[in-house]
């Protein structure tokens, strides 16, 4: 049986070796996504073909090489909170930006049923 961590940790896995549909397929089919408020992607998107649409297919507008980079993750009952870092290259300049982030990911029936992401929004948007 698959941990609630294993379960985000294997997303996050995912997503970087770029098995999108691995990575969507963690999700419940109404998984509720927030991306914060100020964030170039901000919104809630409901279900894994509203956030591969609104979210992933977009990154490249905040930068070139955009990349999730989660160092720890901290686990209680149906909470998984993963720390780590946005990576990415300047649309502009060429040089490399990191951000520090926090997501929130909640786990039930062995999907993740929802998604909220903490960043500092000015900042992403200074180094985009």
Request: hydrophobic share 45%; proline share 4%.
């Amino acid at each position: 049986m698959t941990t609630n961590k294993e379960l985000v940790e294997t997303a996050y896995a995912n997503f970087a070796q770029g098995n999108v549909p691995a990575a969507l397929g963690a999700m419940a089919d109404d998984i509720r996504w927030v991306e914060a408020d100020g964030f170039p992607l901000a919104g809630t998107y409901i279900g894994p073909q509203n956030v591969l649409e609104g979210v992933f297919m977009r990154l490249g507008e905040i930068g070139d090489d955009f990349a999730v980079v989660p160092d720890h993750f901290v686990t209680e009952g149906d909470t998984v909170v993963a720390l780590g870092s946005y990576t990415w290259k300047n649309k502009t300049s060429g040089e490399p930006a990191s951000v520090k982030m926090v997501h929130v990911w909640t786990v039930a029936g062995g999907k993740a049923i929802a998604f909220q992401q903490h960043v500092d929004t000015l900042r992403v948007r200074e180094l985009s």
